[in-house]
T-cell receptor
Framework: AQKITQTQPGMFVQEKEAVTLDCTYD???????LFWYKQPSSGEMIFLIY??????QNATEGRYSLNFQKARKSANLVISASQLGDSAMYFC??????????????FGKGTRLSVIA | EAQVTQNPRYLITVTGKKLTVTCSQN?????MSWYRQDPGLGLRQIYY???????DKGDVPEGYKVSRKEKRNFPLILESPSPNQTSLYFC?????????????FGPGTRLTVL
């Protein structure tokens, strides 16, 4: 079963508008972390934002915020005031507790965001 | 500057010709990992290492080897590359701590096997 689901293969947003990228996750581990990465056309993976499962407040980093709804197991990324440079592939990822030893990041399949002028 | 470096960034090779992709980090991280990225599949873990001389298989280890002789280096070895190993490869590192920290990614290596 997929652990991270991103249901939007592609999205368009007008410049300066806000956009929400969806992510749902599946885990039975009480301790986990949720991450969003940006991958521009150049290929590198750029870390954007992190939310821990025990964090009470939604994470924010500049124009990025994470809408964390634990009961619904969703971790949507909100980008405010979109810019042309935001056009990229966005990946949601999860890392479960360290206790098992291996702590890989499990990635969703990504959402390609295109910002239109 | 804290970073993960990979070399080469781009490589075109032929089936069966052994190759090594190097990965190095300067953050003194215990945990290092290799991922491959394929269209429609996202990133999948190949191998990981918890510390020097400690390595183990991830989700897609077939056709790959790794070694961890020094803390900073974690090379990925393809003994006999095949076309299905054409992919974008990422090395990543992170500290091993109670905090579920992010992993820091290298710039990626785009490999084509003809």
């Amino acid at each position: 079963a997929q652990k991270i689901t991103q249901t939007q293969p592609g999205m368009f947003v007008q410049e300066k508008e806000a956009v929400t990228l969806d992510c749902t996750y599946d885990t039975s581990d009480p301790s986990y972390g949720l991450f969003w990465y940006k991958q521009p056309s150049s290929g590198e993976m750029i870390f954007l934002i992190y939310q821990g499962s025990y964090d009470q407040q939604n994470a924010t980093e500049g124009r990025y915020s994470l809408n964390f709804q634990k009961a619904r197991k969703s971790a949507n990324l909100v980008i405010s005031a979109s810019q042309l440079g935001d056009s990229a592939m966005y990946f949601c990822a999860m890392r479960e507790a360290l206790y098992s030893g291996n702590t890989p990041l499990v990635f969703g399949k990504g959402t390609r965001l295109s910002v239109i002028a | 500057e804290a970073q993960v470096t990979q070399n080469p960034r781009y490589l075109i090779t032929v089936t069966g010709k052994k190759l090594t992709v190097t990965c190095s980090q300067n953050m003194n991280h215990e945990y290092m990992s290799w991922y491959r990225q394929d269209p429609g599949l996202g990133l999948r873990q190949i191998y990981y290492s918890m510390n020097v001389e400690v390595t183990d298989k991830g989700d897609v280890p077939e056709g790959y080897k790794v070694s961890r002789k020094e803390k900073r280096n974690f090379p990925l070895i393809l003994e006999s590359p095949s076309p299905n190993q054409t992919s974008l490869y990422f090395c990543a590192s992170s500290p091993l701590s109670r905090d579920l920290d992010t992993q820091y990614f290298g710039p990626g290596t785009r490999l084509t096997v003809l």
